[in-house]
């Protein structure tokens, strides 16, 4: 026993400086006695959290500073005095890992060691597996992730409380923890895993086995979707379909949003091969979306309706008179313009007492040499982004009759006004504004 915890913890590089996680519990309490005999040199700073969720939690804190004074270690507390009435397993989690990423920046260190063995690794892929999500999820917890080191992950809770029974250990039993109604994980703790290990006796070993296989298939799946990220990005149909979701968690993941979940996964997938959307959005998050322009696929922030630039209204153009419209000049004129001006010709069918000016509508029409198309679907045609079709401007009789539509800061004349032979011509000319 003692052999087994001395390899687990000769697998690990560690610092000079070494924040301990100790709630007072058998794990903790074997922990911090290993990492003393394993490490007789080393600065340890025992961290605790007194969450004040039970009378016993003073008592709690004052036993982990008694042994932390015994194995010469530095003593650090948090006090969590705010508890809140819902979400407290959660919330006590971030607080206390914060505390912990506090600790190692006050002391300089990169090192945190937590006590999670392997029956947490076993409750823990049965949570996750519980509650659903991604595949990858059922790998547990790691045994290195950034600062935080977990040596215990091979060891059962058998083997440390046996160790603890060997060296006279003494520790502090958390009464919360008996009780299977008390949470979720308490339930799998006393009533699912006892069950399973009536099936198998090995059961926590066969599930923590298979979340190591888990493990190293996210591992390999993780590395080849990375090299499609690009491909996703600039031309989404050249990348596998079966590799299309692994790609969009990578892609998410670059992009710092990790919370991502497989419906929203789906969603995305079900957008991109809708053949009938070649532009759509799907939400991932309070302030994130993907957007499918076509072939391409990108991330942007989601605008607050509140902020978002009102519709620009009409403005009627007297002929030959200069009128503002979105900080720019324009002209509806009978006379050939000045040279300096930016021009489009077009005919008249008869005289009109002015021409409007206006945003495209999904209801306007264009001529063609064969019929009408409605600028929506010209739009599609000319695989317009969102932002490009709300710069689109039609220029329209009081009819509605639309003249020419800009595309691309590019005029297109309707047939019906087209320059016709011998047909005086009437000109729209516009001079940018200096802002």
Known sequence: MIEKIQQQLQAHVWEKTIIVAVSGGVDSVVLLHALRQHLPQAQLVVAHVNYHLRTASDGDAAFVANLAQKYQAVFEQCSWDAVPSTGVEAQARHLRYRFFKQLA???????????????????TVLLKLTRGGQASQLSGMAATNQQIKRPFLSLTKQELVAYAQLHGLMWREDQTNADPNYTARNRIRHDIIPALQQINPQAVAHINGMAAQIQVQSDLIQATAAAYVDQLMMNWPSVPTAWLGPTLQVFCQQHGIFQVKQAQITQVVNLLHNVQKPTGTVRLSADKQIVKSYQQLRLENIIDPANTVQVLPPT???????????????????QSPNETAFTVAFNLKQPATHLDLRPMKTSDKLALIHGHKKLRRLAIDEKLTPAERRACLVLATPENEVIAVRIRQRWRVSEDFAIKQDAMPNWLAWRIEEK
């Open 105 to 123: 920046d006050k002391y300089q260190t990169q090192t945190i060691v937590v006590a999670h063995h392997a029956n947490d690794q076993a409750e």
């Open 316 to 334: 009627m153009l007297k002929l030959n008179q200069w009128q503002k419209f979105n900080d720019d000049a324009f002209q509806w004129t009978n």
